[in-house]
């Protein structure tokens, strides 16, 4: 199947600072979508992306649609302890008759108070 | 409230034994999908389905089989065939022509 590769694999960080992880694909997607999982938890949805070029805030989480259509990128402000946690992304391809996703494998983010 | 609920959240079972793991959603998504994860991996899709009474297989199928004969409900049996079943199970609605996927808190099966 379709690949992503996500970036960094792992981040430790101090409280406050900004974070960004991105994800990049030989196939074009039609949908990017940025997901968090707590450990022993389902991934909870953060983001969704439609649109090439679309920049999009949640808080202090921004994501943007990249224009080839084949990346993206998740940035976090302001980093806080509950940050932590593990964060996917997804992209679903163009014509993908499930609606199947396909996703990178994480951002380990750990944050030192 | 409306959800995906998982049960039971830790199943443990012996070796050679088949194991069902519930998935149930009152979202009225018509699209259901059971994924798999490892320790420090992505998610794998083992079963989709996209209707009731109907079924398509993922990525990873193999010791593994889904019945969907109700719309809300979407069980996964881990069968004796399936090689490594140790694994974290997630499972994901989302509604037909949707592109967002949401998830189940999961279920952690062990087989001893």
């Known amino acids: 199947g379709q690949q992503l590769n996500q970036s960094p694999q792992s981040m430790f960080i101090q409280e406050g600072e900004d974070v960004s992880m991105n994800c990049t694909s030989s196939s074009i997607f039609n949908t990017w979508l940025w997901y968090k999982q707590d450990p022993g938890e389902g991934p909870v949805l953060l983001i969704a992306?439609?649109?090439?070029?679309e920049l999009t805030s949640n808080g202090r989480l921004t994501a943007q649609f990249g224009i080839t259509r084949k990346d993206s990128f998740l940035n976090i402000s302001a980093s806080i302890p509950s940050d932590v946690g593990i964060y996917f992304c997804a992209g679903q391809i163009l014509n993908n008759a499930g609606n199947m996703l396909t996703f990178g494998g994480g951002t380990r983010l750990m944050v030192k108070p | 409230d409306g959800g995906i609920t998982q049960s039971p959240k830790y199943l443990f079972r012996k070796e050679g034994q088949n194991v069902t793991l519930s998935c149930e959603q009152n979202l009225n998504h018509d699209a259901m999908y059971w994924y798999r994860q490892d320790p420090g991996q992505g998610l794998r899709l083992i079963y989709y389905?996209?209707?009731?009474?109907?079924?398509q297989k993922g990525d990873i199928a193999e010791g593994y089989s889904v019945s969907r004969e109700k719309k809300e409900s979407f069980p996964l049996t881990v069968t004796s065939a399936q090689k490594n079943p140790t694994a974290f199970y997630l499972c994901a609605s989302s509604p037909i022509g949707g592109n967002e996927q949401f998830f189940g808190p999961g279920t952690r099966l062990t087989v001893l």
């Open positions: 992306l439609y649109k090439a070029g």
């Open positions: 389905s996209q209707i009731v009474n109907d079924f």
